[in-house]
């Protein structure tokens, strides 16, 4: 399954994609985990435990866009070249797809591990951006991977998404099964979620309302009464979190019972979910056609709707085909 963690700057998102990312990595048998850092500040590998040092070694994915363009467009006679490739082609007949977990170039070159779970991230802003890039250019090296990506039982792509709303400036937030929006008892972290629930409404995009930092009873109230039946599951005040805003990351069984039993929740509906490839490959070729005619087209000096394969859609059959 493919899972995003979205929500309001602060509340605590990047932290709950890691305790749900060490949860799965803690079970037993031990599924097949794929963490991938979208978000523009990268605290992701940090929170599962990487040093400063660990954490700058992980090579960026969309330094390497070109390097990940070749591979996945395999022999695609669709797609002419890799620098015809834009974030939003989707994959056709003769496009290299990938699993998550599996031994590829792009995984090896690419993807590192933090104590016991691959991380790949997408690369931050830093200063030679300022003013001349954009940065969801970095993130369409997810964004193309995921296209890519056939997913089946017991795998999971978890993806720590930029804060607020700029998560819908590409269509990478209809890339999942299920979006986790992280939500604190507040005004301002409660209006974010109606703003991404409004956007994602047109695209049925599956979102589920974590509560985070719920300290009592009228936290809870509020909460229930601001998102209704969206509310999932809470996590409340942890020391265990505390101690990783520190630096000290225990292990994931010394989460207090209440918390890791929110993270079992979140397991059990992103596992009831079913798969829906043909709507997957739709709303791929949507984005496709609209980047096309946005901005593709001009900067490619031909017409990108042409690389959309009409007879192909992803899936098991596909991957082993």
Known sequence: MKIAFVGKGGSGKTTLA?????????????PAVLALDADINQHLAAALGATDEQARAIPTLGEHLAQIKDYLRGDNPRILSAE??????PPGRGSRL????????LYRDYVREVEGIRVGVAGPFDADDLGVACYHSKVGAVELLLNHMVDGADEYAVVDM?????SFASGLFTRFDVTFLVCEPTVRSVGVYRQYLGYARDFGVKVAVVGNKVSDADDLAFLREQ??????????RSAHVRAAERGEVRPIDALEPENRAALRAMRELVDGVEKDWPTYQ???????????????????????????DPEFVPGPVALFA
Do not use: C, I, Y
Not at 18 to 30: D, K, T, Y
Not at 84 to 89: A, E, N, P
Not at 98 to 105: F, G, L
């Open 18 to 30: 890691s305790l749900f990312l060490r949860h799965l990595a803690a079970e037993r048998p031990a």
């Open 84 to 89: 015809d490739m834009v974030k939003t082609t």
């Open 98 to 105: 990938v699993r998550v977990e599996e031994d590829n170039p």
């Open 162 to 166: 930029t804060a607020g709303a700029d």
């Open 227 to 236: 998102v209704g039946a969206d509310l999932l599951t809470w996590v409340g």
């Open 282 to 308: 739709r709303q791929a070729v949507e984005f496709h056609v609209r980047n096309a005619r946005a901005w593709g087209d001009s900067r490619s000096g031909r017409d990108l709707a042409d690389q959309v």
